[in-house]
Structures are given as structure tokens and as C-alpha cells.
């Protein structure tokens, strides 16, 4: 952290609404963890697990919730959500780096297509036909933006990855490396014994302050859009089928996969691994557990899962051999209720 | 879209052998869905899913199945399988990329590469020694075309994607971008207590007409090659080990994972997320359903399954503890059996 | 395979401290399979499924176990562990592409970057500020490294990868195609109803010998970095999060996921597949089988599993309805066995 920005936990209480308890003239440049922490930074506390290390921090400052507050005797700023302040805190140590307005020397950027004066296009990068990149938008090293794309103003490709055809993102989208954006859905039809492709015709549409993580991919539509609304973030190698629709604010851990034509609703959290078939709807404010399989349309808000719990191998390889007996064994028990006298 | 080909209803049913219902000079110049379709643009129905658009959808030409195709009082192309017939139409007004030919001016290509003047190699992208692109094919921006590599005659690498060494691609054989084919497999020894790596010489040899989704990765064997005959359709995030064999016609919906060695079947089916284990045989024609776990050979066609049921979390827990204790609970019911008079 | 080199059974078995029997004038120039190999190979016998094409083999020679050496009346290399041997006399005819010093006239250098004049850049590659290449490492075609990266001498991205940031490689590490190390690691706060991203400023410290596969993810730390120990062996699409720590000598194979801050122990062996939640701990020398789900800490060596076995479709929804209702058939024995005079 080469951060060479200071401020005081007065300043940061103020700008944050936060209570300062302890020394508020405690000057910090930088934040760490709490085992980590020295006394110029500021650490927080949010998840009861590091909890024990709280009282033997370092740290200048912490920022803990009002449960944790009292009788430590450190300088502290006390939040209603003690990991959105430290959010808020971190990213002042952490500016988001700022465009490099032009294009690289060793960039290819096809006729036609659209650069703003204040975008960035990375080294290596390639912008195609009838594209457009926004204001303070950035391209990364290699990133392959192919036809009729759009990069919203503020959107930044970090380096790598590729927007293939008809992709259009809203602004300040953040899409981490190997991302793919706009490949051809999985469309297939049997005839006579070989496979035809569907052609695929639609594009990807991404609404303002999306995240898509490292090495996930999302198809463009068959004939309309596949659409990630306002605020979706996505977790690294995760699939998205074609026309699949996430609704906003909905989250997904990593390896998560969406199977086409699937409409997850707004607010969901999708655990990482987990399965979603295509074709179903999932309401709005569902929380789908790591590694489950969503088989068919959900309607109530909740939480849902599916598997079985990690077991020694011995114990499970019995209680696996039974599951496939599992509807004689019920039968047998209806048999023996009914005869028990 | 922006097609240029416009088709009567009449015209349409000649080329395809459908049957016309209705106005046989209504035309169109675009596929639609049902519900957004207008009318100069075809839809169809396949999925019944979709019926209820049918009567409302402003179409100008529907392509239906005989089932769906009476009382419509519509203009129809009534197929055998209007998924197929639709393919056939849509691909009309979306045809393939034709290659540019020639080498782009910032594309590297090594010397000893032998490059076929109809083909076309994009921008940034490279070629590496002693591999040769066949006729017409096409490789993207950014691909990375390594030694002894063939791309046949047709074949199009959209973009970004790799052949590592020793990868040859039938013809017409499509890769989405971010694919990986030709990494070494993961072939490791214990020695000592440390790994060893155990040499990855072998190749990768696609057959004809294959697809391969975005972000998958094809290894290469470790002696002799991975194989995919002809027309074997992968989605993306699918991993395929080394020494793998995919029989003709298969298809994988996306993230499977096949572990070294397996060797599956012509015409199976599998779904997304599910994993095949090293080493075994899979025959011909089997489905295999989402996220299932196929730990030993299958010699008989048909359908096979793993995993249970979605449930809320609160139920899922009750019966997962349960699992747990199967083997206790099957054995206190045969005792209950044999003590019931 | 073009090998130049070629070794009598002798020289082999001297080299390696094995038992020759047979003609030690026999030589050899490539290793093959038991099934593929001609009179000039050589190949071996490790897993016992393959005992039966023993035989048969054409093979010069071949590496075999104590226990399969007795009455074949050919020439072996007897090894105590015939896969080690295998594995080392495959590498004399395999030998690993040494760099071909310099960068080439494509790659894109930042200035500040330091590359040792030993190592090689590839064409159509980048390397950011402030990063360092050592000696003999291959930074391959295609790869972009980002600002603050350490390859370590003797290290090798073969092609595509990306160091995002802040990413130190040991010595002879190998990473393969389309992997991506640094990348943010999924860090997000609620905040009034939207997310906000916690700010990501840790890097990725990875030991020496590692090998890390195609298209796999591992992100950075969120303040502190995410470790990989020496010798860890990752495949394919794995994805790690971020602030994990993954011990010396853990192998992992392809589509594994681990969550952020869990801590993965030395010589673990994770299956294919398999999930492992974010801050737990594993132990050493766990063995997780293929698509298990980690949900809680382990603290005893062993093999760990979690799912149900494959069955036929029909069987399996029925098994699956009464997993559903498991804890209802386990009440309802309890209430017979009560009832059981």
C-alpha cells in the first residue's frame, strides 16, 4: 500500500456519520486487519469470528458496530453497518485508477468505430466496427471489444476480456479479466441424426454499476437480449445462458451457472456452485445456498438448498448405498405401521 | 438487426419442404420471438411453453408443428419440427462471417506457418511455428495459435481463444472466445513427498463440424491425444482432461467437467454442471441430468441422476441431518420388521 | 513427437536406481502407451487396469512394479513406484522449451518494468510498471502482466495469462493459458439497498514449483494477500477467492471452488468439482472427493464426501421424494419402535 493519503478519525467520523469514541486527532494512511493493523490504520470489525482479535489490534483506529463499542479504551468509530464504513474508508485509501485519456500505439481500433477523447484503450487492445467507448471509460491491456458494442461512460475492462458482438454496457461497469461477454448461446436443433446451429441473433445488455467477475461468461441472446439489470454482480466463472434476465441488486458467488432463458428476480443472493435450469422463474429476494440446483420456478422469497452433508467417506458411503433404497425403505415402514397393531 | 435478405412465406416452404398455410407472398426479412416479433418477421413455436403468445403475436409468418397448426387463421409454415425448420430460416438472414483474407498487419505470424491465402487472421492475433489455417477459416483478434497446430478448412476462432501445441481442428470446427485447447493435462506423481510433473505429449484432435463454448478448456493428452469426433457441440466452462474421447454427436451443456481418460458415447446428453470421473466408459446415447456425478462406467442407454430435491433451507436441513443417519435409521426398521409379528 | 534423444534400458535404469532385467542394449527414443508403443519406446504399467494390454505390447521396454515384474520374459525397468519412474524418464525425452531471451518487437514493456536479460517475452504480450521478470522466465504470447507483478526466475506463463496486480510468483512456476491472478476478489457491502464494492488492495503470493491450470482464478487478497504454498498443483478452472490460503503440496483438480478465507492445509488432495465455503479451515492430508460441498471446518486427516450416488433416472425420483420427507419416516419409525411391543 503506497496510499499517500491521511486522515484523522475526526475527519473520517464527519465525512461517514460515524461516533467517534477515543482520540479523534488519530491519524491514519492506510487500512489493514485487525491482526495486521499498525498505528497508522484503521481496521474494522464485522464478522463475530475476529472478535478475539480486537483487543490485541494495533490498529490507530477500528470501526466496530455499537455492540462491540464499549469498554475498550481505543480510539474507535462506532457505525450501524461497521463493514459498509470500512467500505466507504477503504476506498478513500484506494481511489479507482483514472483514465489515461487516447489510445495505445500498439491498439487497433477498427474505422468506425467511436473512442471518446477521455476513454482509455490499453495496450494490445482491439475496439471493432461501429463500437463505442464512453467518457472516462477504460479498456485494459488485450481486451478484444468486437461489433457494435458499447462501453458506458465510466465502465472499465480491466484487461483481457472480450466483448464479442451487439454487447452494450450501461456506465461504471467493472468487468474483471477472461470475461466473455456476447458469445453465441448454446442453440441446437437435431436433424437427421446431426446437430444444426441456431443462430444466434440477439445481444448482452448490462445496466449501470454491474461487476462481472474473472473468467465468466455471458451469451448473447438467441433473438432478444440476455440482460443483467442495474447493480447485478457476478463473482468470477460464472455462466450466464442466452436471454437469461437478472434482476437488479442480485448477487452470485463464483461458479455459479444460469441456464437459458432462466429470469432471476432483484435482490437475490445465489451461493457459489450453485445451479439454476433454464427456462424457470426465481423471485425477487431469494437465497439459493452453495451448490444447490434450482430445478424448478421459485415464487416465495426464502432460502433453499439441496445436497447432503459433508461426511466421513465410510459413514457416507453407507448412508449413500441406503438413498438408493430409500423408497423401498419407505414403503416398509408405511407397511409396518399399518400392520403394527 | 440489420439483415438484407427478404423471403416470401411461398418461398420459404419450397426451400424447406413445409407445408404453407395462408398467404404465401407475405414476407419477411428478420426472425422474431412470438412476442416481439412484427409483421415482416417470422417466429415460431416449439416450446409449449410459449402457445399462449401465439394468438396474440403481431408475426407476419409463424413456423408451427402440426399439432398447433389448425384453426390459426394466420399465415403458418407448418413443419415436422419447427425447431429445426427455424434454425434452417434464421440462419438464412444471419449467415456466417466471411473471412477477410490475409494476415492482419498487427497479427504475428512465425515463419515456417503455412497460412491459406482465402484465410483470414485477425488482429493481435499470433501463429506459431510449423501450423497451418486451412482454407477459408478464420482466426479472431487475440487468438494465440501455438506450434503444430491445423485449423481445418471453414473453422472460425472468434476470438482470444488458444490452441496450445499439437491442436488440430477438423472443418468448420467454431470456438467461442477464452477457450483453452491443448494445455497440458493435470498429470502429477507423488516423489518424496513432493510432485512431479509427468510429462503432457500428446494432442488434442477435434473432428468436423464441432462447437466449443466460450472459456472451455480442452487439455491435451498425456501420450496419446484427447479426442472429440465429429459434431460433438460443448457449452462453456465445460473441462475436458486428457486422453478423453467424446463419441460423434454429443452434446454438453455448460461447466461439465470429464475427468482423464473417460470415454463417452455418440448422441449422449449432458447436463450442466455435472461431472464424469476419470478412467471410466460411458456408451452411446445416455442423458445424464444437471450436476450429476457419474462415478462408474454406464453400459446401458437412458437417463441417470444424482442429487436431491430443492427445498426451503429449514426443511432441507431436517432431512440432510437425516441422510446423516440413514444407515441407523434402515437398520432399526428391518429390526422393527423382524420383531413385528 | 520429434525427440532427438535417444537411451539404452541400461543408461535408464542407472540414471534412475532401477532393476533392469532383460537386454539393457535396448534402445529407446520416445515413451508411448502399453497399447501404442513400437520397439524403440518405452512405456509402463502403474494402474492395474491396464495389466491385461501388457502382453500385447510392441513395447522396447517397460517400467513395471515389483509385483507385475516376474515371467514376462521381456526387457523392464522395475521401479517401486512405476509412475515416478515413468514420470521422470518421460521429462529426458520432453525436455521444457528454454527461453529464447529477449522481448519480441510486438510486446508492449511499461517502462520502470525490469525483464533479466535471460528471460523471454513473447510476442503480443504486456508487462505493467513496476514488475519484474527473472531469469529464464517465459512470459508467453499474449500475456498480459500488470503493474507490481514478480515472476520468479526459471517461471513460465505459456500464453493468455493475466497477472492483474500485485501478483509475486516463485521459482519455476507454470501457469497455463487464460488463467487470472489478481483480480479483484468479490468484496461487497449493502448499503441503503445497493451494493458497494469493499475496496480490494491485497495482493497474490504464490510459491515456488506451483503449476496453476487453464483458465483458473485466483483473486487477490481483500487487505492481506491470498497464498498459494509451495508445490500446490492447481487444474483447470478452479477458482480460488480471495485471502485464501492453500498449504505446500495440496492438489486440487479441475472446477474446484474455494471461498474467500478458508485455509486449506499441506498434501490435501480436492476432487473435481468440489466446493469448499469461505473462512473455515482444513486440515492436512484431507481428501475431498469429487463434487463435495466443505461447509465446516475439518480438524482429522481422512476422506470427506457429500452428494448420492448415480442411479437411474426413474429410481432416482423416487429416492429423491423421499429425501424430501426423511425426517417425517424417521419420526414416524421412532413412534413404531415406541410403539413395538
Redesign the interface.
Known amino acids: 500500500?503506497h496510499s499517500t493519503t491521511t486522515l484523522t478519525a475526526a475527519a473520517l467520523a464527519e465525512r461517514f456519520g460515524l461516533v467517534l469514541r477515543g482520540d479523534g486527532e488519530t491519524e491514519v494512511d492506510a487500512?489493514?486487519?485487525l491482526s495486521?493493523a499498525g498505528p497508522r490504520q484503521l481496521s474494522f470489525l464485522s464478522?463475530p469470528?475476529y472478535r478475539s482479535q480486537l483487543a490485541g489490534s494495533a490498529a490507530g483506529v477500528v470501526v466496530v458496530g455499537e455492540a462491540d463499542a464499549d469498554g475498550l479504551g481505543r480510539t474507535l468509530l462506532v457505525a450501524r453497518?461497521p463493514?459498509?464504513a470500512?467500505?466507504?474508508i477503504?476506498?478513500l485509501?484506494?481511489p479507482p485508477q483514472a483514465p489515461r485519456p487516447g489510445v495505445?500505439a500498439?491498439a487497433?481500433v477498427e474505422a468506425g468505430a467511436r473512442i471518446d477523447p477521455s476513454a482509455e484503450i490499453g495496450?494490445?487492445a482491439?475496439i471493432?466496427e461501429r463500437s463505442v467507448v464512453g467518457a472516462g471509460a477504460i479498456v485494459?491491456?488485450?481486451c478484444?471489444v468486437?461489433e457494435d458494442c458499447v462501453v458506458g461512460a465510466g465502465s472499465r475492462l480491466?484487461?483481457?476480456v472480450?466483448l464479442?458482438r451487439r454487447v452494450r454496457l450501461g456506465e461504471r461497469v467493472?468487468i474483471?479479466?477472461?470475461a466473455?461477454l456476447g458469445?453465441?448461446g448454446?442453440?441446437?436443433?437435431?436433424?437427421g441424426?446431426?446437430?444444426?446451429?441456431?443462430?444466434q441473433?440477439g445481444g448482452v445488455v448490462v445496466g449501470d454499476?454491474c461487476?462481472i467477475?474473472?473468467?465468466t461468461?455471458i451469451?448473447r441472446g438467441a433473438?432478444?437480449d440476455t440482460v443483467l439489470e442495474d447493480?447485478v454482480?457476478l463473482?468470477?466463472?460464472i455462466?450466464v445462458?442466452h436471454n437469461v434476465r437478472i434482476g437488479a441488486?442480485t448477487?452470485m458467488?463464483?461458479?455459479v451457472?444460469v441456464?437459458g432463458s432462466a429470469v432471476i428476480g432483484r435482490y437475490c443472493l445465489v451461493g457459489?456452485?450453485a445451479?439454476i435450469?433454464g427456462?424457470i422463474t426465481v423471485c425477487d429476494r431469494v437465497?439459493i445456498?452453495?451448490?444447490?440446483?434450482?430445478?424448478?420456478s421459485i415464487d416465495a422469497p426464502?432460502?433453499?438448498?439441496?445436497?447432503?452433508?459433508?461426511?466421513?467417506?465410510?459413514?457416507?458411503?453407507?448412508?449413500?448405498?441406503?438413498?438408493?433404497?430409500?423408497?423401498a425403505?419407505?414403503r416398509?415402514?408405511q407397511r409396518?405401521?399399518k400392520?403394527?397393531p
Chains 1, 2, 3 share one sequence.
Open positions: 500500500m487500512v489493514a486487519t495486521g464478522n469470528r453497518d463493514y459498509v470500512f467500505a466507504h477503504a476506498a485509501f484506494d495505445h500498439s487497433v495496450p494490445l482491439f471493432g485494459g491491456p488485450g478484444v468486437g480491466v484487461a483481457r472480450t464479442v467493472l474483471h479479466p477472461g466473455v458469445a453465441d448454446f442453440g441446437l436443433a437435431m436433424d441424426g446431426r446437430w444444426i446451429k441456431v443462430p441473433q454499476d461487476e467477475g474473472a473468467n461468461t451469451d433473438i432478444e447493480d454482480r463473482d468470477n466463472q455462466q445462458g441488486h448477487a458467488a463464483g461458479c451457472a441456464a457459489g456452485g445451479g435450469v427456462h437465497v445456498t452453495a451448490m444447490a440446483l434450482v430445478t424448478s426464502g432460502e433453499y438448498s439441496s445436497g447432503t452433508p459433508l461426511m466421513d467417506n465410510r459413514s457416507w458411503r453407507k448412508s449413500a448405498a441406503r438413498f438408493r433404497q430409500l423408497d425403505l419407505a416398509q415402514v409396518l405401521d400392520e403394527t
